[in-house]
């Protein structure tokens, strides 16, 4: 069964950091340009990072650049996204996709994951 699955969400305070991770099952993730997705409480779903199928090209929503950080481990079959200084508008279900080309893009998505909470508060 191919499927992608998030982890490493949680509550987390204003300020601090989570990393979150996006494996892949039943399929390489090599090959493919992965994006991060949110979606907000009441707001649409919005892309927060994408990166190619080598690594060698990244792109991040306005509001997360210097912020957040998404990387890959082709060996491992894993994306990340590291999050620093995150706000209280970082609350959100995140998502992980996997596009149908090796470019870093938030359009034409093939294979999504279910989604891991991450919820920022005092």
């Known amino acids: 069964q191919l499927q992608l699955v998030e982890s490493g969400g949680g509550l987390v305070q204003p300020g601090g950091s989570l990393r979150l991770s996006c494996a892949a099952s039943?399929?390489?993730?090599?090959?493919?340009?992965i994006g991060w997705f949110r979606r907000a409480p009441g707001k649409e779903r919005e892309g927060v990072s994408c990166?190619?199928?080598?690594?060698?090209?990244?792109n991040y929503a306005d509001s997360v650049k210097g912020r957040f950080t998404i990387s890959r481990d082709n060996a491992k079959n894993t994306v990340f996204l590291q999050m620093n200084d995150v706000k209280p508008e970082d609350t959100a279900v995140y998502y992980c996709?996997?596009?149908?080309?090796?470019?870093?893009?938030?359009?034409?998505?093939?294979?999504w994951g279910k989604g891991t909470l991450v919820t920022v508060s005092s």
């Open positions: 039943g399929f390489t993730l090599n090959y493919y340009g």
């Open positions: 990166i190619s199928s080598s690594g060698g090209s990244t």
């Open positions: 996709a996997a596009s149908y080309s090796n470019r870093c893009s938030f359009d034409g998505m093939r294979y």
